[in-house]
């Protein structure tokens, strides 16, 4: 998009022709704009061509105008005013300095309503003067934009826009095809009249319709009437209808199943409407949030909505599409099997700004599938869904719509059924998904439809029927998601997971436990599938510019920055981690492999329904057995887990914590063999877990056994993630001393810095350290590329909301997954010494662990990380230890097993519960034997 630049041709095309550089107030001289603030009309609804320029037309409308400006995100514009003048009409006193009516980021935007009555039916201009409060002897001058007006407009406008809000506002009243022309003869007598943004509103008004339509022959129209739009949507005056056209051509390529092509329109879409600073920029998030769920994720659409809505306070957002977002952002949440009751609560809350709450909807179609939705909320939160139920089939007798009407008594009955099956009555819950599963004609209400049946006839003991009920949920499940993204996204924990887990019960229940495991398999198939990159993409090269400026523009709003700027800065630097994280995700799908590998063997799979946690461990030679089946309800397991991430901040004694954890232990440690002098060092016992969604919060290194000790002191637990991007070779022992990496203390703040520096230097003199200010990004992006194992101490970066983008604080910045070269891969292990390094988002498959899950799926063979907070002297402890050890056997699963050993002996559980030893390989170095499961 062309924007109007100081220095560029807008300059000279739009320049004030009437006014002097001069202040009149002052006779002080007017500075041109700091470089790189970009400027674009605003508050206009209709656009006109003169002369070959496309300028912004005036409608009487008693609404503000002016200019919004872009400014570049280092440069601090919390303090400006603007001085707002219109040139063609006489001024009665000079207007006065005003802050940004609309702000959002560095996006600013000055007006005022111009009196119209005044407004010659001619061209006039205006003009901008930004005055700076912390340098108020400077002000800059913005170049005019010239503007268009004509008396005669504003009836003929207004006559046709009221046609178009009736042709709205009768869209549950019409049949389709009679709506189309009604919007397509607007469109040409739009046209007729002169007024091309008011045709291309109606034009896409249209291919709504069409898009809604989703049949193949209605979107291969949208997609024709698309191809015809004008080409004059990037000059700056139109940026309002390129807002609409783009987000138009994104939901039409989501319907049709090209999620890539979507994605980048919205990226697009959003560009325009952020330089507008336009409250449709929540339109834009709604769109994104839906292609996100389609997928499998429910954490960053809530995210992105839960920020989205909270800048509607500042955009003065439509009441519909703040509805809209309220209503997508309840609906994340209904259809989470995780969902708490505070998260349901907040459901309920959103769904209560939905104006349908309190009062009547003239679309019966919209109304009822509200209040079909209220009934699935109300199940979920165990209260009688039977009213709004009512309600909901009263309201679907009048929609005219036989589609809609179809799709949403589909819906209506698997909301019956879901309650059904909540409260056991499996005959009455067949009854009502059986007719949806076979005749409703969208993937997502089928799959939810077939999951109703397959518990259903579970609980009836059909097991063959729920079999084949549960294949085919998770079949149409998968067909829903459509098309990857060309992102690495992981699969959250969700309703298509679980449907994995049931039939993975299922085929316990059938003493099949073999097949369970091939069904958590393929779960982690499925995971992995989305991160494959598609044609098109941005190159790798191009991904890294990109990367580099976001990090750059990230630097020029650290803090400390003043009260002021740091509000202001506060969203914006939101975007930019929200633009780093898709960045970093899409490099990953384009630098792996994208084929599946298994992330090497594991011993136990483990995973959570709603009412209990089933263990499975496999034999060296593949037999599968079931190891635990524990009753544990899904709402207690999340109490447990928050309070042992409670007592990780303020460590109790270890009495305390083995009550606190005992409940996991019973699920998740398997019967072992009474201890002797065979088996009773954990480096004779090494388990590898792969654990599926909440489960791998878990901090299996302390959980309690029943003798006294802890599982990490009779076996050596390893978090496996759930694939790895390229195979390697088995951890080839003990590497060269040159081999070794150190990078110590960048910042110069950790107590046990400088003691830990001769200690490393003592054990490994030929090693390559990196000490304080030398360890910069650059100095170990050359020095990793050699090192066959590299350790760390350095505070964590971690963003829990942006997981993606964790990282490690060297000297001069932090070092994140993406800057982590995709070759630099060492061949024994990588110690990260730091905060929250080895957590991140639960996701379905069995694993990701955040940025040291994400090395090891690399192809590093172990990774030692911490997922919480990590005490400096509890670190510097464990380190010494591990090395004495590493040094003497060689094996980094028996190092780690001495490490905690030394650590347990002096410190309790709590603080070091949340060590991990995540790996991929069978062996680590002199290969121990597995874990021996007690009959």
């Known amino acids: 998009m062309s924007k109007l630049a100081v220095g ?11 006014s002097p550089w001069l202040d009149s107030d002052k006779g002080e001289r007017l500075l041109p704009l700091p470089s790189g603030v970009e400027a674009i009309p605003y508050g206009h609804k209709e656009v006109d061509f003169s ?30 005013l603007g001085q707002v003048t219109i040139l063609a009409i006489e001024e009665e006193r000079v207007p006065s300095f005003e802050p940004p009516f609309r702000q959002a980021g560095n996006n600013l935007c000055f007006g005022r309503v111009p009196p119209t009555s005044r407004l010659p039916s001619s061209t006039f201009e205006v003009c901008l003067v930004i005055e700076d409060g912390f340098e108020v002897d400077q002000r800059y001058r913005v170049p005019c934009f010239r503007w268009v007006y004509d008396k005669e407009d504003s009836a003929t406008y207004d006559a046709l826009y009221q046609r178009l809000h009736t042709a709205i506002e009768s869209r549950t009243r019409l049949p389709p095809d009679e709506l189309l022309s009604k919007y397509d003869q607007l469109a040409a007598a739009a046209d007729e009249a002169g007024f091309p943004a008011l045709s291309l509103l109606s034009q896409d008004m249209a291919i709504e319709i069409l898009r809604q339509d989703g049949s193949d022959e209605a979107l291969a129209q949208a997609e024709s009437r698309l191809t015809t739009l004008p080409t ?24 049709a199943g090209r999620l890539r092509e ?34 499998g994720q429910l954490e960053e659409p809530q995210r992105r909505l839960g920020a989205a809505l909270e800048g509607c306070e500042r955009l003065s957002c439509e009441s519909k599409m703040q509805t809209g977002a309220h209503r997508l952002f309840a609906w994340l949440i209904m259809i989470d099997p995780d969902a708490t009751s505070q998260a349901l609560e907040q459901a309920r809350k959103s769904m209560q700004q939905d104006p349908r709450a309190n009062a009547g909807e003239p679309d019966n179609a919209e109304l009822a599938n509200f209040r079909i939705n209220l009934a699935l909320l109300a199940s979920r939160l165990g209260e009688d869904p039977g009213p709004a139920l009512t309600q909901a089939r009263a309201s679907l007798e009048l929609v005219d719509s036989a589609p809609k009407r179809a799709f949403l008594r589909a819906w209506a009955n698997v909301v019956v059924g879901l309650d059904s099956l909540a409260h056991n009555d499996a005959p009455r819950a067949l009854t009502s998904c059986a007719k949806p599963a076979n005749s409703a004609k969208q993937s997502r209400v089928i799959s939810w439809a077939w999951s109703c049946m397959a518990r259903a006839h579970r609980q009836l003991g059909h097991a063959r029927q729920a079999v084949e009920g549960f294949e085919q949920a998770i079949h149409h499940g998968l067909e829903a998601q459509s098309a990857p993204l060309g992102q690495d996204l992981s699969l959250a924990p969700g309703r298509l997971a679980d449907d994995y887990f049931r039939a993975a019960r299922l085929a316990v229940e059938q003493e099949n436990p073999q097949r369970a495991w091939e069904l958590l398999v393929a779960l982690d198939r499925a995971a992995a599938r989305n991160g494959g990159a598609t044609l098109g993409a941005p190159s790798v090269e191009k991904l890294q510019q990109d990367q580099a400026l976001l990090n750059r523009q990230l630097d020029a709003i650290r803090p400390p920055l003043a009260p002021e700027r740091s509000r202001q800065v506060a969203p914006l630097r939101q975007e930019l981690l929200a633009g780093l994280e898709e960045i970093h995700r899409t490099l990953s799908a384009r630098t792996s492999s994208n084929s599946f590998v298994a992330g090497g063997p594991a011993n136990l799979r483990a995973f959570a329904l709603e009412d209990e946690v089933i263990l ?86 302390a959980l309690p056994l029943d003798s006294g000790g802890w599982l990490s002191s009779r076996a050596v637990p390893v978090w496996r993630p759930s694939f790895v991007e390229r195979d390697h070779p088995p951890d080839r022992g003990l590497p ?38 030398s360890a910069t990004r650059a100095s170990f992006k050359e020095a990793m590329r050699e090192a066959s194992f590299i350790h760390i101490d350095a505070h964590g970066n971690h963003d829990p909301a942006f997981s993606q983008l964790s990282g490690l604080q060297l000297a001069d910045a932090a070092i994140t997954l993406a800057d982590w070269p995709v070759q630099s891969v060492p061949s024994t292990f990588v110690n990260l010494s730091s905060c929250h390094i080895g957590g991140g988002v639960p996701s379905a498959d ?37 090395y004495d050890a590493f040094q003497l056997e060689e094996n980094v699963p028996r190092a780690f097993s001495t490490a905690l050993e030394t650590v347990r002996q002096r410190h309790p559980a709590a603080a070091w519960a949340r060590l991990r030893l995540i790996g991929t390989v069978s062996g680590g170095g002199k290969t121990p034997a597995p874990l021996t499961i007690g009959e």
């Not at 190891?627 to 447990?640: K, N």
Request: charged share 25%; glycine share 6%; aromatic share 8%.
């Open 232 to 255: 004059w949507l990037d000059q700056p005056a139109a940026t309002p209808s390129a807002i609409i056209v783009t987000l138009g051509k994104a939901k039409v390529a989501s319907k």
């Open 8 to 18: 560029g041709a807008w300059l000279v095309l739009l320049a004030v022709l009437l």
């Open 736 to 773: 060269l001393a040159a081999q070794a990496l150190f990078v110590v203390d960048p910042r110069r703040n950790l107590p046990s810095g400088t003691v830990a520096l001769q200690d490393y230097r003592r054990r490994f003199p030929s090693a390559r350290v990196l000490y304080g200010e």
């Open 262 to 295: 979507a994605w980048e329109h919205l990226n697009k879409a959003d560009d325009f409407a952020r330089r507008y600073v336009s409250y449709r920029r929540i339109a834009v998030t709604m769109a994104r949030a839906e292609i996100l769920t389609r997928l």
């Open 51 to 80: 002369e070959g320029l496309l300028l912004p037309r005036w409608i009487n409308t008693g609404k503000k105008i002016g200019v919004c400006l872009e400014t570049p995100i280092g440069l601090d514009t919390s303090q400006w």
């Open 846 to 882: 069995s694993g990701r662990y955040g940025f040291a899950g994400a090395l090891a799926r690399r192809g590093i063979p172990w990774v030692i990380a911490s997922s919480s907070v990590l005490d400096d002297q509890l670190a510097y402890e464990f380190n010494s230890a591990f």
């Open 616 to 701: 499975l461990a496999r034999a060296r030679d593949g037999e599968v057995t079931v190891a635990r089946r524990t009753p544990l309800l899904r709402s207690e397991l999340h109490e447990i887990l928050d309070r042992l991430d409670e007592a990780q901040r303020n460590p109790p004694d270890d009495a305390v914590w083995r009550k606190l954890a005992r409940p996991l232990a019973e699920a998740l440690v398997p019967a072992m063999d009474p201890p002797n002098s065979a088996t009773s060092q954990a480096s004779n016992s090494v388990t590898r877990y792969a654990l599926h969604g909440l489960l791998q919060r878990v901090p299996l290194t």
